[in-house]
């Protein structure tokens, strides 16, 4: 298998000094092409994924894969990938924006561009061993203080400058993803406390209190993509 | 646009409220990490 053009795993510190996964991006493009994936659990530490597109309960649609990625393509497709790991599944790509629609091309991200939200409420699913090369950002007191927070990943161009830090804000940079392009990961306080969703076939509602990752788009690009 | 004040030389710029400015989150996707144990029962 080639080596990726660059691969990093992310962890922070929370308030008790424990070191916690955070994410693993690689670029496994070749040659001039750059292909981005962000991994947000590790199997191995027995940390999988549910992908669901319903608000309120869970569903017969919603898939549990060992592993999700969500990968941006040069071409500027952005899918999360739930891979298959059994011969009874298959594995699925969904493209948030729709099928077929692209976002800027990789090549031509210059400002800060929104890409994945990722609220964390349970910093305990927060796992993967650590190697002594991994990048670990250092604790925000008043924002990963065990309680749940935010961060918010952007790509951008190397010259553009990183927000300043402050006590409702933590930033940390990630350089070199490709030639030009940089990720920052801005950390906030979250006011998310969970919410309730009904298990199919039935009126029971349980509390879901877990991490969600989700995807951004700026504002001013919601036009030019449908809407599912 | 977006603004983004330079400060000299640094890399810093203002705050990255700024940057929330721009966000959207508009699609109804979630992946959701999971060991199986994420259910509180009410």
């Not at chain 1, 309120?56 to 071409?75: F, M």
């Not at chain 1, 090549?107 to 305990?124: H, R």
């Not at chain 1, 300043?164 to 940089?182: A, I, M, P, Q, W």
Request: charge should be positive.
């Amino acid at each position: 298998m080639t080596r990726p053009k660059f691969k990093e795993s992310v962890y922070f510190t929370d308030h008790l000094g424990e070191i916690r996964f955070l994410v693993q991006v690689l670029n496994v493009g070749k040659g001039m092409t750059d292909e981005l994936k962000f991994i947000f659990t590790h199997s191995a530490s027995g940390v999988g994924g549910v992908y669901t597109e319903s608000e309120g309960e869970w569903t017969h649609g919603d898939i549990i894969r060992l592993q999700p990625e969500i990968s941006y393509h040069s071409d500027g497709s952005m899918h999360i990938k739930m891979p298959s790991h059994s011969e009874r599944t298959e594995t699925i790509y969904k493209n948030p924006m729709g099928a077929g629609s692209r976002r800027k091309h990789l090549a031509d991200i210059f400002l800060w561009e929104p890409i994945i939200k990722y609220t964390i409420l349970d910093y305990s699913l927060c796992k993967k061993p650590i190697r002594s090369t991994s990048i670990v950002i250092p604790n925000h007191s008043s924002i990963m203080d065990g309680t749940p927070f935010d961060c918010v990943l952007f790509l951008g161009n190397s010259s553009i400058p990183s927000p300043k830090e402050r006590v409702d804000l933590g930033v940390f940079r990630l350089s070199g993803l490709t030639t030009n392009l940089d990720l920052l990961c801005c950390f906030y306080e979250s006011d998310y406390k969970g919410e309730y969703r009904r298990i199919p076939n039935t009126t029971e509602r349980v509390l879901f209190k877990g991490n969600i990752i989700q995807i951004l788009i700026r504002h001013e690009d919601l036009n030019m993509y449908k809407v599912p | 646009m977006e603004k983004i004040q330079s400060e000299g030389h640094s890399r810093q710029t203002k705050p990255a409220v700024d940057l929330l400015y721009s966000v959207s989150l508009r699609y109804p996707n979630r992946l959701i990490p999971t060991n199986g144990r994420f259910f509180g029962v009410i």
